[in-house]
Every structure is written in structure tokens, then in C-alpha cells.
């Protein structure tokens, strides 16, 4: 089985998201897309809400696609947050597949990443999807620091640039303004239920 790896805090997972991950489906020919939310982000800040609701806000928005699924390896107790550790667990736990990892730019071009070249070694495919902002100067930098014979595993995705990001949908919500139609349904729908990203403005409430 081809599968595509997505990982992220998904604080919360938005359209963007699912997109990219059909479009990265669809382009690679991959069998499933397996969201992992991650309990430890080494890169940018912690999640602001907790596992349990990220990951209930992930099952509604995938819920109507077959092809994707939730992933849970990164929030075990002992996850480090590493790619380079959480691959292993997943060949182990889905012997016989191979992986395709599914990245922004800005996560590649805007950290440094932690044994690059073993999590590229536990890969079929390292793909890329433009982002608002990212110059391709800066992956290559990163890209030029990989060994020659991986780099060829290493594609960007022929897709638009998605200026949505959680970041964003988080500061509207905490502005009082609707992110609906930003992300699915059932994730709007699970915020307001849950007053999430501390929603307090009624209209958002009703």
C-alpha cells in the first residue's frame, strides 16, 4: 500500500489541509493519507488546544473520505515529535507500505529539521507544496544539504499556493470574527460547540 503521511499540530485542521492532501493523493497515486497530529511541535509553538480536540476535529473533517485517516503514533506517551522517530513505528506498524511525506514549504524552508537525511531514507517520496512567501532559493539551501542520492526522492507538488493557515484562522477567532468556510463544517460547527480558541463573541455562538 502507497501511503501519504501528514503531520502537523492541526490546531485546527482547515480546508488548505484537506486540499493539499487530496491533491498530494491524487498526484502521487497513493492508496491513503494518513493525518498525524503531533503532541510535540520542536519548530514552532505548542498546540493550543488539546490532542483530544484536535483529533476530533480531524475525524469530522475527514469523515466523508475513504481514502483519508487519522493517525494517532505521535501523541503515544513516549513520541519524541521527530519524524525521524515516528517513520520507524509506522513501518512497523504498516509493514510492506511505503511512505510519501506530505510538507508545506514553510515547514521545510523555515526550520531545521532534526536527521533529514534519516527521514528521507525511510521514504519513497518527500513532497513539497508551494506556500505564499517561500522562495525557492530557500529550499534549496535546505535541499542542497542532502546527500546526492536522496535528493531525487525530494518533489514539489504542481498545485496553487494556499494563503490558509491556522495561524490565521486563530487570530480571526480570537478577533470575534467566523473562520466558517475557512475549515469543514463539522470543524466549525466542533469549535463553537466547544468554544474553542477562546470564542466568546455570541454571535459566533448562536
Not at 517513520?87 to 532534526?114: C, M, Q, V
Not at 463539522?186 to 463573541?201: D, E, K, M, S
Amino acid at each position: 500500500m502507497k501511503l501519504g503521511i501528514f503531520g502537523g499540530t492541526f490546531d485546527p485542521i482547515h480546508n488548505a489541509h484537506l486540499f493539499l492532501a487530496e491533491s498530494a493523493r491524487l498526484m502521487e497515486n497513493l492508496d491513503r493519507i494518513l493525518f498525524v497530529p503531533t503532541k510535540l511541535q520542536h519548530y514552532r509553538n505548542s498546540a493550543i488546544e488539546s490532542a483530544e480536540h484536535r483529533c476530533a476535529m480531524v475525524l469530522g473533517a475527514i469523515e466523508s473520505n475513504p481514502a483519508f485517516a487519522l493517525e494517532d503514533s505521535d501523541l503515544r506517551p513516549d513520541a519524541t515529535g521527530f519524524t525521524a522517530d515516528l517513520l520507524p513505528r509506522l513501518h512497523a506498524k504498516y509493514p510492506g507500505s511505503t511512505f510519501t511525506f506530505i510538507i508545506g514549504a514553510d515547514s521545510l524552508a523555515n526550520s531545521t529539521w532534526e536527521r533529514f537525511p534519516d527521514v528521507l531514507e525511510n521514504l519513497e517520496r518527500f513532497v513539497i507544496a508551494p506556500r505564499p512567501g517561500v522562495r525557492a532559493e530557500a529550499l534549496q539551501r535546505v535541499i542542497s544539504a542532502v546527500p546526492k542520492h536522496l535528493r531525487e526522492r525530494i518533489a514539489t507538488l504542481n498545485m496553487p499556493e494556499l494563503p490558509e493557515s491556522a495561524t490565521l484562522i486563530r487570530t480571526l477567532l480570537s478577533q470575534g470574527r467566523s473562520v466558517r468556510y475557512l475549515v469543514p463544517e463539522a470543524v466549525w460547527q466542533y469549535i463553537v460547540a466547544h468554544r474553542l480558541y477562546g470564542i466568546t463573541a455570541e454571535p459566533l455562538l448562536r
